[in-house]
């Protein structure tokens, strides 16, 4: 029995507004969406190739409740290209796909008609008999309902049992101060007699028990996830071996922050010169100037800086005051951050109605004045 575990696709994710410029079928779209396509692409042409017994999607299919057409179009036609190679898929729900209300009902329903592809969105545990192996799966949940089905998940007497769950698990930093509905749970949950435990949510590469693994996710979706590789793992049960597999994510840069409190326009202008990298080309980058004197700041020019970057994928330069009473106490990495923090808030839980791109552009935009940014 061979898988491959794979993980938090996010789907029509996009952000910034750079637009793909490739000649082809992506051209003109927001160029951060495009990006979830072509690694899910990539995946699946691995995958056609690998020839798995099986797919375990782990959950964040898509990242929002009511994906766009485009998106389920190309949902659709991935999961048939394995459909017609026999390879089955199972994905549970998970936070980024669990509707606040019923009425909403589930995108999930429309790919219940694509023969082997399993989708457990019903709000339970479920399990799923594929070969010699039953995929014991658990969709995104939150509280104390989510706990006892996932007490209730035992082990069957088929020759392998693999436990796909979507929540934080509470030995990892990243969850040790979870948002307040967040589901996180203890590691004895994950010892359950399983072959494998398939995580989602947490979007780095991490083993969590010689049992458990985060495959992580397909792309990066935030500054937090620069440095993590993206990709995939395949698991097999029989050599009982484990393989992480890259997929071509775009790079992102957070270059180191320059204090400029004691420099004036010269040395500020010197210290940034320094510090752009060599290639930036197809880059997400994001440079955070402390404390920049207003005399200064002025006098810097900010159309220069930016020139360097033209051919990044995108370019985030902020520059706080000395002024700023935020940022008079420190310079750390807390005001680097507050963005990333409000933008994975929002990406985090489910809204409806609403389109969360305008959210989370209204909360950039509060947030860029409170900060004094000039970008
Ligand atoms: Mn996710």
Redesign the pocket.
């Known amino acids: 029995m061979k898988f491959i575990h794979v993980?938090?696709t996010?789907l029509g994710f996009n952000a910034y507004r750079t637009l793909c410029t490739d000649p082809g079928p992506h051209k003109g779209l927001n160029q951060r969406e495009v990006d979830t396509y072509r690694s899910f692409e990539k995946f699946v042409d691995d995958a056609i190739e690998l020839r798995p017994d099986a797919i375990l999607h782990s959950?964040?299919l898509f990242d929002s409740i009511r994906p766009s057409n485009r998106t389920l179009g190309f949902a659709m036609e991935q999961f048939l290209r394995l459909s017609r190679e026999g390879i089955p898929i199972v994905i549970i729900a998970?936070?980024?796909s669990m509707p606040r209300i019923r009425e909403t009902g589930s995108v999930f329903r429309l790919f219940d008609h694509i023969e082997g592809v399993h989708c457990i969105y019903r709000g339970g545990y479920e399990k799923i008999r594929i070969g010699d192996m039953t995929v014991h799966g658990l969709p995104y949940g939150e509280g104390d309902g989510y706990l006892s089905q996932l007490d209730s998940i035992a082990s069957t007497d088929s020759r392998y049992n693999v436990m796909m769950l979507?929540a934080g698990v509470s030995s990892l930093k990243a969850f040790q101060n979870p948002n307040t509905n967040e589901q996180v749970i203890e590691d004895s949950h994950l010892q359950k007699n399983m072959d494998y435990v398939a995580l989602?949510?947490y979007?780095g590469y991490q083993k969590i028990l010689d049992n458990a693994y985060y495959s992580g996710?397909t792309e990066r979706?935030s500054f937090s996830e620069a440095r993590q590789e993206k990709g995939y793992l395949i698991v097999d049960l029989d050599k009982g071996t484990k393989e992480f597999v890259s997929l071509p994510a775009r790079k992102m840069i957070d270059l180191p922050y320059i204090d400029a409190l004691h420099l004036d326009v010269e040395s500020l202008t010197k210290e940034i010169e320094d510090l752009i990298p060599d290639d930036v080309d197809g880059a997400i980058v994001r440079m955070t100037i402390n404390r920049v004197l207003n005399s200064v700041r002025s006098s810097i020019n900010v159309k220069k800086i930016k020139e360097q970057f033209s051919t990044a994928a995108h370019f985030d330069l902020r520059m706080i005051s000395s002024s700023d009473k935020m940022s008079v106490q420190s310079t750390s990495a807390v005001f680097g951050h507050i963005e990333d923090e409000f933008v994975s808030f929002v990406?985090?839980r489910p809204i409806e109605n609403i389109d969360k791109q305008h959210i989370k552009e209204l909360g950039l935009n509060y947030l860029k004045k409170e900060m004094g940014q000039s970008d």
């Open positions: 993980s938090d996010h959950g964040d998970g936070n980024h979507h989602g949510h979007h996710s979706f990406n985090a």
